[in-house]
């Protein structure tokens, strides 16, 4: 029975990617996102109900548009996948709770911030602030953090931000810090501080993986906000442990 609700939260999370990436690609670009249809960027072909399964179409059609054989970019199909991926494994983690919620809220936000931050560079202020409210009107409901620990989570993330973006001159932008206040909210002061170090790490590591790769260019601006989505997961799902088990080994 498990299963069956894993597989049933996984199709959900899927569908839902599939709405990010459009939520992700045009709000940053002030358009509708709910009309019109997705189109082909290259030739304008409006998607069929065939074309718009997610994953799936990208498979069957070789990872090009149907129309014009123009090459479609991966990260829709990936954040798909991703959204799928987290959508069922989370009940996993963290148990069948009321936190569940609060859970599928901070997915979906790193998600749309993941796509715009990808294709654009930009994580977008209506976007923060959709969820920033959400995330505040969720404390009203049981399981979540207390409203002191959010706030000061939120102050504790932009602070230390703004510092470093005062520090680095210009090397964090501005949409990581307000993004960083914004999830400050859910994870409160402790979790923040490790999600700063996480993205900091996973930057680090993967940054001069893909330059050795040959993914990335030195020199060459690169999207922060991936490898926050990344740290906040990390730290979401996992910081107590890991919090619990460093002061551990310390002590
Ligand atoms: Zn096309």
């Known amino acids: ?8 939260l996984a199709v959900v999370g899927l569908v839902f990617g599939s709405f ?6 045009r709000v940053p670009l ?3 996102i709910v009309r019109p249809r997705s189109s082909c960027p290259n030739c304008k072909h409006m998607l069929t109900s065939k074309e718009l399964i997610p994953v799936v179409s990208y498979i069957i059609q070789g990872g090009k ?9 991966p990260i829709y199909p990936i954040m798909e996948f991703v959204t799928g991926f987290l959508f069922a494994i989370t009940p996993l983690i963290i148990g069948w709770s009321n936190e569940l919620l609060i859970a599928y809220s901070l997915i979906s936000l790193l998600v749309i911030i993941t796509v715009s931050d990808l294709a654009y560079m930009i994580i977008p202020d209506k976007v923060l602030l959709f969820f920033a409210a959400l995330f505040l009107i969720l404390h009203i409901y049981p399981g979540g953090l207390h409203i002191i620990d959010s706030l000061l989570g939120a102050l504790v993330g932009f602070g230390i931000l703004l510092l470093i973006a005062l520090i680095s001159n210009g090397g964090m932008g501005g949409g990581d810090i307000k993004l960083f206040a914004v999830l400050g909210l859910i994870l409160g002061v402790k979790l923040i501080i490790l999600t700063l170090f996480f993205s900091a790490l996973y930057g680090a590591l993967l940054g001069s993986l893909f330059i050795v790769i040959g993914v990335a260019k030195k020199k060459q601006p690169i999207p922060f906000g991936p490898y926050i989505a990344l740290a906040t997961l990390t730290a979401y799902f996992f910081g107590e442990r890991i919090v619990n088990w460093y002061f551990g080994v310390l002590l």
């Open 20 to 25: 990010f990436n459009v939520v992700g690609l």
């Open 65 to 73: 548009c149907r129309s014009c054989k123009a090459p479609i970019s």
């Open 30 to 32: 002030k358009q509708s």
């Open 1 to 8: 029975m498990e299963l069956l609700i894993i597989l049933y």
